[in-house]
Structures are given as structure tokens and as C-alpha cells.
């Protein structure tokens, strides 16, 4: 029987890597190069829900400016690889570079937010995402650095040596195009940072971010330094912040602040809370939704009034935000855990639901 399952299990790997390989040629064929632009957005959006994963679901610590590490990360690919300072480091130095300078950020946001919890923490860090938003819009005087809200253009392409993803290239009688190509790159990124969530999730640190997300108080009772474990969720949610921030900038060729607003912050929370909270799963899972879905509806809402109606009545882009707010709505509603929770978070929901039952029990007894 084990023989069995684990030769099943093999056969699920195979089969699922075999679908990402070819998902972006049958996405091609199916439904245009525009949506194979939007996969490769949707893996970097999962590098930055999994990063986020590591402060909101495994430490519980709420934070609504992971957005500004995105930025760090994308302007500092921005300025060493761009006309902007006149640098053109490879992207491969850089990457590292700037998961460091976004990881020391985490740690400048983390060090005076310690002892906050909750809406405190969430006030804290929404305030830190928009300076971190109008400093990057402001850092052209009196020395031009970021060149203010104009952004900066002419960013070097993702290359490794002489092979650019933004250029066509035929391998093995195959053309790949550049979109098919910051894909396999993005996933193989993307697999790497799983990889290491997964890893952090079962260790010793990933068991204390846990325990300081369920109490506290009993972490530290139990010789859990709470201060520095998380202090190091900051950071490494962080570093993964500026890994994807890094290859945004390569991928568009340009960087500026209104790329790293508020609305980004809570939609990389959504993906979160949506997918299943301390789930990787269920963050991918989430993430592949809330990026796809909304332009679906943006494609959809158009043609859908003019079948049912004979003309557009409401903008696409109006009616897209009213259909997704209504799907998130309903998702919250039938799956208050999230699509894919983890097993601790549906056991403590069911337990609240069985306390809660309990209470209106007693309540109803005692009026009888």
C-alpha cells in the first residue's frame, strides 16, 4: 500500500510539472500572448503572497505595507541597471542585492513595532507602505535620484550572460517568445521560494513563529526569544518582497510609485487570507485567483452586458471591481478560512464554531 501511494504520488509530481511546462504554449493558443504576460504577473504575485504568508500566517503579525518592499526591491534593480546611475550590474548580483536592502528595511520596520499587536501594528505598517511610496516620489531634489514620479525607464532586460529573456530565442526547433520565457524563469523563482517556505514552515523558527501567533504571552513563558523570532519574519518576508520587486523591474523596463499604492498591499493580503492563511497552498492557490480573475472579469464584463443588454451600460472597469468585491464576498462567506486553509486553522475555526455553539446552548438554557 505504501509502494502504491507513493508511486501515486510520483505520478501527480510528473503530471504537474509536465502542465507547467506546457501551460504557457496551450495558454497561447487558447486565449493570446496577453494572458501568458498574466501568468508570468501571477507568479510574481505568489513570491510576494508566500512572503507575506511568512509575517500574516505563520507569525500572525498583520502588515499592510508589504508593498514597500516590493519597491525596494524594483528600484534598487531600477538604479543598478538602468542609465539612471549609469550602472548595469547583471541581474543575478542584483537580485541578492536587493533582497538585502529590502530584508534591512523589514528589519527598520520590525525593530520599533515589536510590542504592537493587531490594529496598532496594522496602522504602523499601512503608515510605513506610503512613506516608503511618497519618499520614492519625492527623491528627485535636491539630487535627481528616483526622478520623482516620472519613474524610471530604460531598465536593463532579465539576462544571464548573453541570452536575454526579452528577446525571442528558437531552442530545440521550439521559438520561445519573451513572455514564455520570464515565465519558466518566474517559476523556477517561484518554485525556489516554496521550496524554502516549506522548509522554514516545519523548522524550529517556522514552530516558534506559530506559537507566537497562537499566544504570545505563552511563547515567552516557554524560553521563546519572541523579540527576535519576529524581527526575522519581517525580515524574511522582506527578502522575498525585493526578489519579486527585482524581477518586476526587469520584466516591465520601468518603475514608477504608482506601481506600489495601497490597493497592491491589500491585494497581496487578500491572496493571503483568501488562499488559506499559513498555507502554502493555499496562497498559490490564492494568488493564481486574484490575479487572473480580475482580468477576466475586465475581458468578460464588456461582452457579457452587450449579450444580455445590446449595449455597455457600465464601464468594464467598474463593472470588474463590482463582480470581483462580490466573489470575495461570497468566497469570505462559504469559506470564512479561506479556499485552501491549513489544518490548524480549520481546527481552530471548528473549535471556535463548537465554543460559540456551546455559549448560545447555555444562553437558551438559561432563558428556558
Same mark, same amino acid.
Given at each position: 500500500?505504501?509502494?502504491?501511494?507513493?508511486?501515486?504520488?510520483?505520478?501527480?509530481?510528473?503530471?504537474?510539472?509536465?502542465?507547467?511546462?506546457?501551460?504557457?504554449?496551450?495558454?497561447?493558443?487558447?486565449?493570446?500572448?496577453?494572458?501568458?504576460?498574466?501568468?508570468?504577473?501571477?507568479?510574481?504575485?505568489?513570491?510576494?503572497?508566500?512572503?507575506?504568508?511568512?509575517?500574516?500566517?505563520?507569525?500572525?503579525?498583520?502588515?499592510?505595507?508589504?508593498?514597500?518592499?516590493?519597491?525596494?526591491?524594483?528600484?534598487?534593480?531600477? $538604479?543598478?541597471?538602468?542609465?539612471? $546611475?549609469?550602472?548595469?550590474?547583471?541581474?543575478?548580483?542584483? @537580485?541578492?542585492?536587493?533582497?538585502?536592502?529590502?530584508?534591512?528595511?523589514?528589519?527598520? $520596520?520590525?525593530?520599533?513595532?515589536?510590542?504592537?499587536?493587531?490594529?496598532?501594528?496594522?496602522?504602523?505598517?499601512?503608515?510605513?507602505?506610503?512613506?516608503?511610496?511618497?519618499?520614492?516620489?519625492?527623491?528627485?531634489?535636491?539630487?535627481?535620484?528616483?526622478?520623482?514620479?516620472?519613474?524610471?525607464?530604460?531598465?536593463?532586460? @532579465?539576462?544571464?550572460?548573453?541570452?536575454?529573456?526579452?528577446?525571442?530565442?528558437? %531552442?530545440?526547433?521550439?521559438?520561445?517568445?519573451?513572455?514564455?520565457? &520570464?515565465?519558466?524563469?518566474?517559476?523556477?523563482?517561484?518554485?525556489?521560494? %516554496?521550496?524554502?517556505?516549506?522548509?522554514?514552515?516545519?523548522?524550529?523558527?517556522?514552530?516558534?513563529?506559530?506559537?507566537?501567533?497562537?499566544?504570545?504571552?505563552?511563547?515567552?513563558?516557554?524560553?521563546?526569544?519572541?523579540?527576535?523570532?519576529?524581527?526575522?519574519?519581517?525580515?524574511?518576508?522582506?527578502?522575498?518582497?525585493?526578489?519579486?520587486?527585482?524581477?518586476?523591474?526587469?520584466?516591465?523596463?520601468?518603475?514608477?510609485?504608482?506601481?506600489?499604492?495601497?490597493?497592491?498591499?491589500?491585494?497581496?493580503?487578500?491572496?493571503?487570507?483568501?488562499?488559506?492563511?499559513?498555507?502554502?497552498?493555499?496562497?498559490?492557490?490564492?494568488?493564481?485567483?486574484?490575479?487572473?480573475?480580475?482580468?477576466?472579469?475586465?475581458?468578460?464584463?464588456?461582452?457579457?452586458?452587450?449579450?444580455?443588454?445590446?449595449?455597455?451600460? %457600465?464601464?468594464?472597469?467598474?463593472?470588474?471591481?463590482?463582480?470581483?468585491?462580490?466573489?470575495?464576498?461570497?468566497?469570505?462567506?462559504?469559506?470564512?478560512?479561506?479556499?485552501?486553509?491549513?489544518?490548524?486553522?480549520?481546527?481552530?475555526?471548528?473549535?471556535?464554531?463548537?465554543?460559540? &455553539?456551546?455559549?448560545?446552548?447555555?444562553?437558551?438554557?438559561?432563558?428556558?
Amino acid at each position: 500500500m505504501r509502494k502504491n501511494i507513493k508511486y501515486n504520488q510520483i505520478l501527480i509530481v510528473l503530471a504537474l510539472a509536465a502542465l507547467l511546462l506546457a501551460l504557457p504554449f496551450v495558454t497561447d493558443e487558447l486565449l493570446g500572448r496577453g494572458w501568458v504576460r498574466i501568468l508570468d504577473f501571477a507568479l510574481l504575485f505568489i513570491m510576494l503572497a508566500l512572503g507575506l504568508n511568512i509575517v500574516v500566517g505563520y507569525a500572525g503579525l498583520l502588515d499592510l505595507g508589504y508593498v514597500a518592499f516590493f519597491a525596494v526591491g524594483a528600484y534598487t534593480y531600477a $538604479l543598478l541597471a538602468s542609465p539612471q $546611475l549609469g550602472l548595469h550590474l547583471p541581474f543575478w548580483i542584483i @537580485l541578492p542585492i536587493g533582497a538585502l536592502i529590502a530584508g534591512l528595511f523589514g528589519a527598520l $520596520l520590525g525593530t520599533p513595532t515589536l510590542k504592537l499587536r493587531g490594529d496598532y501594528l496594522a496602522i504602523v505598517t499601512l503608515g510605513f507602505g506610503e512613506i516608503i511610496r511618497i519618499f520614492l516620489n519625492n527623491l528627485n531634489a535636491p539630487v535627481n535620484i528616483t526622478n520623482g514620479a516620472q519613474g524610471i525607464s530604460q531598465i536593463d532586460a @532579465l539576462s544571464i550572460g548573453d541570452f536575454y529573456f526579452s528577446r525571442s530565442h528558437e %531552442i530545440f526547433g521550439i521559438n520561445f517568445h519573451s513572455v514564455h520565457q &520570464h515565465y519558466y524563469l518566474f517559476l523556477a523563482l517561484t518554485l525556489l521560494v %516554496i521550496f524554502v517556505s516549506s522548509r522554514l514552515q516545519y523548522s524550529r523558527i517556522g514552530r516558534a513563529w506559530m506559537a507566537i501567533r497562537e499566544d504570545e504571552v505563552a511563547a515567552a513563558a516557554m524560553g521563546i526569544n519572541t523579540r527576535n523570532i519576529k524581527l526575522l519574519a519581517f525580515v524574511m518576508g522582506a527578502s522575498f518582497g525585493g526578489v519579486a520587486g527585482g524581477l518586476f523591474a526587469g520584466f516591465q523596463g520601468f518603475v514608477s510609485p504608482e506601481s506600489f499604492s495601497l490597493m497592491e498591499s491589500i491585494m497581496i493580503l487578500c491572496m493571503v487570507v483568501l488562499g488559506g492563511m499559513g498555507n502554502i497552498g493555499g496562497v498559490v492557490l490564492g494568488g493564481v485567483l486574484l490575479v487572473i480573475l480580475p482580468e477576466a472579469f475586465r475581458n468578460g464584463a464588456g461582452p457579457l452586458q452587450q449579450w444580455l443588454l445590446g449595449k455597455v451600460i %457600465i464601464d468594464p472597469e467598474s463593472m470588474r471591481m463590482l463582480m470581483f468585491g462580490v466573489a470575495l464576498i461570497l468566497v469570505m462567506l462559504w469559506r470564512p478560512a479561506g479556499l485552501w486553509p491549513s489544518n490548524v486553522r480549520r481546527r481552530e475555526l471548528e473549535a471556535d464554531d463548537g465554543v460559540a &455553539h456551546q455559549e448560545q446552548e447555555s444562553v437558551y438554557d438559561a432563558k428556558r
